[in-house]
């Protein structure tokens, strides 16, 4: 009996989390700025932001790399497909 190993799938649009998270960072950022909010919040949500993006990331390629007909499948579909646009979009500064 062979396994085969099968990553979570992952759809493409589990990366506009990230933006609100980058998002979220920001708006602490400016808050920090205004209001002299502690700025290590502001600087901790970028950076679980940036890991998370990079976890969605790695899973999003090694679904493509084992599981190629359901990538496919979500690229060819009608409204799916639209989520794909956001993966460069999703990229936290």
């Known amino acids: 009996m062979t396994s085969r190993f099968k990553p979570p799938i992952i759809p493409a649009a589990f990366f506009g989390t990230v933006l609100g998270l980058a998002d979220l960072g920001n708006a602490w950022r400016a808050a920090h700025e205004v209001w002299r909010m502690p700025a290590v919040v502001g600087e901790a949500l970028m950076a679980l932001a940036a890991i998370v993006w990079a976890l969605l990331l790695l899973l999003f ?3 493509w790399v084992f599981s190629r007909e359901e990538s496919l499948g979500e690229a060819h579909h009608p409204v799916q497909c639209c989520f794909s ?3 460069p979009a999703s990229r936290p500064c």
């Open 85 to 87: 646009s956001v993966l």
């Open 61 to 63: 390629i090694l679904r």
